[in-house]
């Protein structure tokens, strides 16, 4: 376990990471499914970038958009819970780089594009989805949930029963 | 952690004992679902405020005690529909009491629940024939339906004993246009259409004060206008949400595209020129006082394919009328390109030009006198508009420094000081529920709409018969 090699004080500021990056997944994804009107059409028509022709054929599909909207909503907001709780923390931690890489590759921060929308700060190359992306990263690859989390309970279950069955 | 884990997890492995799950494990596990509460309470507060906030609209729009209390219901939940809803939210004594929308699985659906969060007890219904029906206390009806769906709705509601507040365009036929006034003079209900500049204070105030009292402007020789639109893409569905195609068929759809798109459709709807031209055009009669005696045009799917788009994106039109003081010309063009310069209405004098739009964010208001008119300043101390803006470019035009044969001395600029803070529909609603409890006249009622209807048809009809149409003065009388 990668965990080990970590301090405890360590390991708890990642457990933090991981507790305030899954309440910002949650809240955006109960935002969106309780919104009457939210859909992700605008900031995919506005995309930029190598995969801008993609983003804008999804918006222009009625059955995909729908499809990319309730994914959006009920992905957030799962992927949140679970990484709130530390259950299934590294597939969460996966599924939210998944949808953060999207969200930057829609609309990237590179040299050269000009958004007329203002965002609330200042960036070049690195925004926060990047920053938070890479935080799920350093979630993914420290097991946080086996420190903190159910995952540690599903985790002594699972031991308990292999050994049991072996025994 | 790693010292009492590994020494424990060591032990228990040299004992061949499987590891145990106790009570210092679980809690260690658990440890992180407290936050889950945390956010649960944040997000519970937070809801709390923005119901509060609905509330306080809600509480707003109540009825004081002595205002009559109005029941309606919204006949077509639609984009249309939603943004008469919004307005109608805003203002005191409605009661709404029903939603009709044929499609059931979605626009239904969606104004039902949003008028539930405002306390609005309503029930859904997918034929207008029921609903008038079984809701007996209903006082008016708000119909946001297709344009071709308009007479017969307006006609069966009026004759159920409802008021009706009808979206514009009247209807997309003259016939349909007629049948709706007879039916209202038959039944003496009242009839409101949706040409909601009406009851705008800003062109209320440019009509009474600019314009009527003042007569700044001197005599208008030319009029433009214009509503510019970006190309955008088909309106579509989910699947989830498809109409069933008997369900289309019954209400005269042929697939879930017309019905989306209807606006574009001929025998449906009247394209842009209607759906856009429309309000801008009434406001040239009204404000001209008069109706046109000709009409040319040109127009034609410059963008879009004909087969899905059978009305034209691009049209332009030229009126000609005989004001009280003399004959006038206004053009008018709307254009499905992209939207920059919106939308807006320019009304050129001898004394001076009031550029005019509905729009709060661009042309709201301004007005240019001629150097050569008499002085503005009684009416800038009548408060009619403002004092002239400070300009350079105008001091030096003045001074003789670029001004020669082919350039006029630029006139003075102003602006209309009536801003409009409330939804743009909102006061023409205002003033059709004034009128419903008796205490206000229509702006906008039957025979004044369908004036407009018949100078606005027109225009898709000069297209078609590709040269310049007369309107006889009986054609605007039903």
Redesign the interface.
Known sequence: ME??KLS?SA?IAI?VL??IV??HF??EG?AKL?S?SWSAAGYMRASRGPFAAFFKWIA????M???TNLITMYGLTIVG?LL???LFTRLAAIAGIGFILLFYLCNPPFVGYFYSIPTEGSYLIVNKNLVELCALAVIFLTRSGL????????H??F??RT??AT? | ??GD??KRKAAQAAS??????DRR??L??????P??GL?AYA?QTQ?AFQQARVEEIAAAAQAPADLQEINIALLGAGAQGQVLTDAMLRIPGLRFRAVCDVWTEYNQK?VV??LKRFKHEVNGYEDYREMLDKEKDLDAVIIATPDFWHAQHAIDCLKAGKHVYCEKEMSNTLEGARSIVAAQRETGKLLQVGHQRRSNPRYLHCYNKILQDAKMLGRIVTVYGQWNRGVT?DL??????VIPEARLKQYGFKDMHQFRNWRWYKGKGGGPIVDLGSHQIDIYSWFLGTNPSHVMASGGNLYYDPKTHEWYDTVMAVYDYDTPLGPAKGYYSTQTTNGSQGYFENFMGDQGTLLISESEVNFAGQLYRDPNAPAWDEWIQKGYVSAPKEQEAKAKSDSGAIADVRESAAPDQHTVPVTLRDPYHQPHLQNFFDAVRGTAKLNCPAEEAYQTAVAVLKVNEAIEAKSRLAFKPEDFKV
Do not use: C
């Open positions: 965990e080990a405890r390991m457990t991981r507790v899954g309440w949650l809240y109960i309780t009457s222009s599909n009625p059955q958009l729908d499809n819970v709130m709780l530390g420190f903190a989390g159910l995952d540690r309970i599903l002594g279950l031991f308990r050994r049991l025994a | 952690m790693a884990d590994e061949g004992e499987p590891r145990k799950l494990e679980v260690k596990g658990l440890s992180t679902v936050a889950l956010f997000w809801r969606r629940n949003s893409p579509g569905a989910p699947d989830r949400y």
